[in-house]
């Protein structure tokens, strides 16, 4: 019984942790302004479908075209 007692905080411990792993799923959007020395970007929101920063690459695949408006 013991045994199992000094078990149960190190295993309770590992689930919670566990537990608090973030898997981020949510696309990133820009909104609002984005202030550019001389230049302001106005409510541009850009759809970047799923894009894994730890496998971003020099070879482009991640890169997307798309008009943003701007006043300079």
């Known amino acids: 019984m013991k045994k199992i007692r000094g078990l149960c905080l190190p295993v309770m411990l590992g689930a919670v942790l566990m537990s608090q ?24 929101t850009v759809d970047w479908q799923d894009v894994e920063i730890q496998t971003l690459s020099q070879n482009g695949n991640h890169e997307k075209e798309f008009t943003v408006y701007m006043r300079c």
């Not at 949510?26 to 001389?38: C, E, H, S, V, W």
């Open 21 to 44: 792993h973030v898997h981020a799923v949510d696309n990133l959007t820009f909104r609002g302004k984005l202030i550019i020395p001389a230049c302001t970007v106005s409510n541009t």
